[in-house]
Structures are given as structure tokens and as C-alpha cells.
């Protein structure tokens, strides 16, 4: 029998215009964003941000940019967010682009969406250099980072000026919610990348559905980790938090990920399942050092179970404190986060509320609702989003649908592509999956990942590889079939990146030698294998010294890395 939720009764804005005007006439004084100055955290007020974006807008306009698309490049930061809601609340088509690609790369997509100017941070010189050169077509590139003539800093005090003396076209700009204003390019797991049309409805629709199934108020703080120019770090961590008042602190990089977190004391975290597994890792070893401490921290973890939320903070303080002891949930996303981990995490008083979604559902289709969650899971479609199984197997297992207001508008400049995805209303994710008896759903794998075998058995790599990865001794794994040579039938074999500091703590404190690696990865593939039928049993395996390529939501780029 299907769970029933009752969501909180929010009214949602018409476009992403209209939310900010409310949100900075509503909380004008309260910090929307925290950045670092000279080391220390320096707050924005919503007031300010208004200003900015008007200013921006207006400026825009006037150096003849109304519907152009401009492109935003650059790490997380208070520009980067200013630049957004300027070109999409008014000016033309934003362009949020991936800081990680490189000249080559950067150029192409660039031409691709037809780009008349870019916003960039001082980072990307050398790539921006390289980009006037190769596009002539470029009227206009505006540093984050310079006070010159022609610089960011120098169209936001022009802008200014421009409204004090009465210039008024972009602040009176009506936005049509349903015309494109986001062109956000495919990170490329599977293949080559392609450019998402959004609209207002299509992301306005996911942020006030998110905001439905988790609370989110004017004292929660995120602190933004993901690459910005992502729909999810965009959509969930940046435009929900400002809708709601909620401030924004951003994380000066990776390496300051801890750090950052007890400084700015964030109440809500946006991340993906590497990074909260990383953040698992470390604090299972830190309470496992010694074997009293990990027979008493198993016995005080199952005791857990019992206790309210409250309680268990209380039982897991140090936790908290390092996460800088506010934080009320995590939303996981991008991938598949392992329910070991969710589970435990969850027992410590950190619930983690897993979502689904994709580029083309402005990201999100389905979560977690705060007050009923379920470890594994997807969860239940965003309300106002319909979803569905097509086609189900005798196991129940099919392609996941996707209907709602948070549909993309198409690929851009590819109807053919379009036409593949969405066919009538419904959205064809090319994930495949199933619901449980509550209605939630629940991931098997990639459509395109799927390995056929020559009897008909459909295996998915990512189950495989969540057996692999929970393993203490393997820190990652890439599952994929080998055509056996004698028997012509498939064999599936696995990659593997050993844990190599786990293996040399089990091994005395000094690392083996790759025979002695390879035995150890053997005998953890020979535990897996007794729990799988035999079709799907792991029969060849390689090690690897480094890690796998990834995406900048660090997601495992299958392509590039199966062979």
C-alpha cells in the first residue's frame, strides 16, 4: 500500500524573477550569502544581491546583450550567482559552463550555444585568452576578478548608474516562464555532451517541490561544495536555499570541505555520494581505532536505533561538531549513495535524504520527503511530478517516466535527440528501476550500462559494483562484460581501485606488494560471488594505481574508464 505524504502547504512563485524581488523585500538585511575576505566569512544581504543583479541586468541590456545567451564560467562564488539571475531574470539565455574544461572544450561548446559574452573569474584567463582568439563572434568578455573598463565590476557600477538616472527596461522586464532562459550542457557519463533548454517553470517548479518535501527556512545555511554549474548544485543548493531566505556560504575547494564546514556551520549540505562516503570513511576509522573502541561504537550504533533524532546527537556530539554541529540533514544526489552508508550516518543523527533526477528534469524528479524517508531509495516523485515504470519485467523492473512542469524544453538544436527522449509528455530517462510497496523508487541501473548476456539475463553493473565498493579493502569500481574467448558468452569483470590505506593498516602498517593486493581483492570478489547467482558472478578483475576520470559532481565517467 502506497505511503501517504502530507506536504507542506507552499505557494509557489511564477518565475525565478518574481521569487527574488519577494524573498529580498522580505528578509532585505539577512545575509544571502557568505564569502570568504582576508580568510574570515563575509556576509551579502539580500538587499545587496537585488541591487547587483539589477545593476548587472541593466547594464547588460545596455551594451546590447537583450536576448543574447551569455555564459557564466568560474568556481562557486557571489558573481557567479549574480551573473545567473541577471541574464535569466531579463537580459537573454544564460550558459552556466563547467570550469574544469579545457580550451578545446570550452570553444566548442561555446560556438555550439552561440555565446555574444562571457562572465569569467581570473582562473580561467588563460582559457578565456584562448577563446577571443578562436571566437570573433564574442563581443564581450567581463572578468569577476578586475576593476578595468569592461570588467564585471565596471558593468555593475555602470548599471548603477544607469538606474539612478532612470533607466528602468530591465527592472520592468516581464519574464515569460515557459521561453528559454538556462542552456546547461550534459556533464557526458555516457557519451558526448548536449545542451539542455530550460525555462523559469521548469526550474521554479522544482524548487518550490523541493521545498515541499524539506524544510528549508531563513536560518538554514548551505554551504555550496558542487561545481555550481550543475542543475543540482544550482537548482537544490543555491536557488531553494535563496528562496527561502536561507543563506548560501561558499566552500573555497575540496581540500577545505572540513574546514569550511566549521566555520560557516552549515544547517543543510548538498553533496554526492562520494564525498559523503569519504566523510563516512572517516569517521567509522576514527571511532574504530582501536578494537574496544570499535566493539563499544558497534554496540553504541545499534543501540542508536532506538533513540529520537535529539538523542542521538546528543550520543554522537564529536559527530556533529565536526560537521559544525547545526546541520539537520544532507540531500544526496547526481548517483546511487550505498543504504550501508545512509543507514549508519542516519543512526549517528545525520539523516541523508537521497533524490533522483537528471539535467532534463531541471534536475530533480523524485526525493526523499524529510518526515518519511527510506535508505536505498530514490523517493517519491517531486509533488507535481508524475513518474512511472514502463514496461515492467516480471521483477517489475522497466525505464523510469518522467512527466511534470520540470521537463526540459528540449536539446538544443537537436530534434531528432528530443524526439528519442521525450515521446508524448512523458520523459524517457534511460534509468531503469522499480517501486516498492509505499510507491518508492528504487534504481537498478543505466539503460545504457545494461549487459545482455547470450541467455537472455539482464545484469546491472552499478549492483555489482555496490557490493565491490562496500567492501573496506576497494575504494572504487567499474563493472563491464569481457566476451570469454573459449566459450564466446559473456564474462563480467570488474576494475578495481584498492583501498590501498585500509590494506596497509590490515597488513601491519605496510603496504604488500601487487601479488599480495591481488590476493586480498580475490578474496573479497570470491565473499561477493557466494551472495550472486552465477550469471552474474564477477570472473576476471584488474587493478588499477589511480582513480577513475570523473565528472565535476564526481561521477565515474564509464566511457572513458570500462576498458
Not at 109 to 121: D, H, N, R
Not at 152 to 167: P, Q, S, T, V
Not at 381 to 390: A, F, Q
Not at 451 to 480: C, Q
Request: aromatic residues 8%; glycine residues 8%; contains cysteine.
Amino acid at each position: 500500500m502506497k505511503k501517504k505524504i502530507f506536504y507542506d502547504d507552499i505557494v509557489g512563485k511564477r518565475d525565478l524573477k518574481e521569487m527574488i524581488e519577494d524573498v529580498s523585500s522580505t528578509y532585505p538585511e539577512r545575509p544571502a550569502f557568505l564569502r570568504k575576505v582576508n580568510r574570515k566569512y563575509e556576509e551579502i544581504s539580500f538587499s545587496q544581491y537585488m541591487h547587483d543583479i539589477n545593476a548587472l541586468g541593466t547594464a547588460f541590456i545596455d551594451m546590447g546583450l537583450k536576448d543574447a545567451k551569455i555564459g557564466v564560467i568560474g568556481e562557486n562564488r557571489y558573481e557567479w550567482c549574480v551573473t545567473y539571475l541577471a541574464v535569466a531574470n531579463g537580459t537573454g539565455v544564460v550558459v552556466p559552463l563547467d570550469k574544469e574544461l579545457n580550451s578545446t572544450e570550452l570553444t566548442f561548446l561555446a560556438k555550439e550555444a552561440g555565446i555574444k559574452a562571457i562572465v569569467y573569474s581570473g582562473k580561467q584567463q588563460n582559457k578565456i585568452t584562448e577563446l577571443k582568439k578562436a571566437c570573433p563572434e564574442l563581443e564581450y568578455i567581463l572578468s569577476m576578478d578586475s576593476e578595468d573598463k569592461g570588467s564585471y565590476a565596471d558593468a555593475i557600477i555602470h548599471g548603477k548608474k544607469l538606474i539612478d538616472e532612470g533607466n528602468r527596461e530591465y527592472i520592468d522586464a516581464k519574464v515569460d516562464p515557459d521561453e528559454l532562459r538556462m542552456l546547461l550542457f550534459t556533464s557526458g557519463t555516457t557519451g558526448i555532451s548536449k545542451g539542455v533548454m530550460l525555462c523559469h517553470r521548469n526550474i521554479i517548479s522544482n524548487v518550490y517541490g523541493m521545498k515541499k518535501i524539506i524544510r528549508v527556512g531563513p536560518e538554514d545555511r548551505t554551504l555550496s561544495i558542487l561545481p555550481i554549474h550543475h542543475a543540482f548544485e544550482c537548482t537544490t543548493g543555491f536557488l531553494t536555499a535563496i528562496s527561502s531566505g536561507a543563506s548560501v556560504a561558499f566552500c573555497e575547494g575540496l581540500k577545505y570541505i572540513a574546514e569550511n564546514i566549521r566555520e560557516a556551520k552549515p544547517t543543510i549540505l548538498v553533496s554526492v555520494p562520494l564525498i559523503i562516503e569519504n566523510v563516512h570513511r572517516k569517521i567509522i576509522k576514527k571511532a574504530e581505532a582501536t578494537f574496544f573502541k570499535k566493539l563499544a561504537f558497534r554496540v553504541i550504533l545499534g543501540f542508536s536505533s532506538i533513540l529520537s533524532q535529539s538523542s542521538r546527537k546528543k550520543l554522537f556530539k564529536t559527530v556533529h561538531d565536526s560537521l559544525g554541529g547545526k546541520l539537520h540533514h544532507i540531500i544526496s544526489g547526481a548517483s546511487a549513495l550505498s543504504p550501508e552508508v545512509s543507514r549508519t550516518l542516519d543512526k549517528m543523527g545525520v539523516p541523508i535524504l537521497q533524490g533522483y533526477g537528471l539535467t532534463e528534469c531541471a534536475p530533480v524528479a523524485a526525493g526523499n520527503p524529510e518526515r518519511f524517508y527510506k535508505h536505498g531509495a530514490l523517493g517519491l516523485p517531486l509533488p507535481g511530478v508524475e513518474m512511472k515504470i514502463n514496461e515492467p519485467d516480471k521483477d517489475g523492473i522497466g525505464e523510469i517516466l518522467v512527466k511534470g512542469d520540470n521537463v526540459m524544453l528540449g536539446y538544443y538544436q537537436n530534434p531528432e535527440e528530443t524526439a528519442k527522449t521525450i515521446k508524448g509528455d512523458w520523459l524517457h530517462t534511460g534509468d531503469y528501476g522499480r517501486t516498492d510497496r509505499h510507491g518508492f523508487y528504487i534504481m537498478t541501473g543505466r539503460k545504457k550500462n545494461m549487459i545482455v548476456t547470450k541467455t537472455g539475463k539482464n545484469i546491472f553493473p552499478e549492483e555489482l559494483e555496490e557490493y565491490l565498493n562496500n567492501s573496506p579493502f576497494i575504494l572504487e569500481s567499474v563493472v563491464s562484460d569481457s566476451e570469454s574467448d573459449v566459450t564466446k558468452d559473456n564474462h563480467i569483470q570488474a576494475h578495481i581501485v584498492p583501498n590501498f590505506e585500509n590494506i596497509k593498516d590490515a597488513v601491519a602498517d605496510t603496504l604488500p606488494d601487487m601479488d599480495e593486493i591481488k590476493r586480498i581483492i580475490g578474496e573479497e570478489i570470491k565473499k561477493i560471488n557466494k551472495k550472486l547467482p552465477s550469471f552474474k558472478r564477477i570472473r576476471i578483475f584488474h587493478i588499477r594505481d589511480k582513480e577513475f576520470e570523473k565528472t565535476t559532481t564526481r561521477k565515474i565517467k564509464r566511457h572513458r574508464n570500462k576498458d
